[in-house]
């Protein structure tokens, strides 16, 4: 069927994909922009696998503020050009970053980054969790397995539901724009500040603040 520019604007504005692209994958999809997106998620993971490799020392550091100055966040993402690094795709990519991590509250940014020490005391909190369910000692191993996944989800950024779109994880995230911009890019770090965080709140207690003005 034929495919309009509507269409191909449409699906370029969702996917961020060239517009050559979007035209075939409407093409093939006859017309579906839905399917259409999928076989350009298909096509940009794959496009982004083949880039995954290249170096990316340029980018940005991005803040985010949220909630009346109460929570902040810095994250570096790096791409290979200085020139993607000032557009305004990249840049709309890292504030999006930034504003998931000051919601969604990440530990690291990918599994590998965490402890040892941490995961297996998580497998050890999971298989006493399966022991108390009364669960056969034969399958507790495989079950903490599947449920470490969890762990991974909630606390590693690039295996979060993205907030603005949880149909898609921050990995597909970046994998897209990987594929739409034509860089390699990756999110290196971030830093994430809750006021008051980590500090015991002072506790006042007004008689001993009454008495002490007395004594003066």
């Known amino acids: 069927m034929a495919v309009t520019a509507a269409q191909?604007?449409?699906?370029?504005?969702?996917?961020g994909a060239g517009m050559l692209d979007c035209k075939k994958?409407?093409?093939?999809?006859?017309?579906?922009?839905?399917?259409?997106?999928?076989?350009?998620?298909e096509k940009g993971l794959s496009a982004a696998a083949n880039k995954a490799g290249r170096i990316a020392t340029e980018g940005a550091v991005e803040s985010y503020i949220h909630a009346g100055g109460k929570v902040g966040v810095l994250v570096e993402i790096n791409c290979e050009t200085d020139f993607v690094g000032k557009t305004e795709q990249f840049r709309t990519f890292c504030r999006d970053i930034a504003m998931h991590i000051a919601a969604a509250n990440p530990t690291y940014v990918r599994r590998e980054e965490v402890p040892t020490e941490a995961l297996e005391k998580e497998k050890e909190i999971l298989r006493n969790q399966a022991l108390n369910e009364g669960k056969p000692e034969k399958i507790i191993d495989k079950m903490v397995e599947g449920r470490i996944g969890k762990y991974y989800e909630e606390f590693c950024l690039m295996e979060q539901q993205f907030v603005k779109d949880p149909d898609k994880t921050i990995d597909q995230l970046l994998n897209e724009k990987i594929a739409a911009i034509g860089e390699n890019i990756s999110i290196?770090?971030?830093?994430?500040?809750?006021?008051?965080?980590?500090?015991?709140?002072k506790q006042e207690n007004f008689a001993e603040e009454v008495m002490s003005q007395v004594k003066q």
Request: net charge positive; no cysteine.
């Open 8 to 15: 191909v604007k449409e699906l370029r504005e969702k996917t």
């Open 25 to 41: 994958a409407l093409e093939e999809a006859n017309g579906d922009i839905t399917k259409a997106g999928e076989l350009l998620r």
């Open 188 to 201: 290196r770090r971030f830093v994430r500040f809750g006021l008051g965080e980590g500090l015991e709140k």
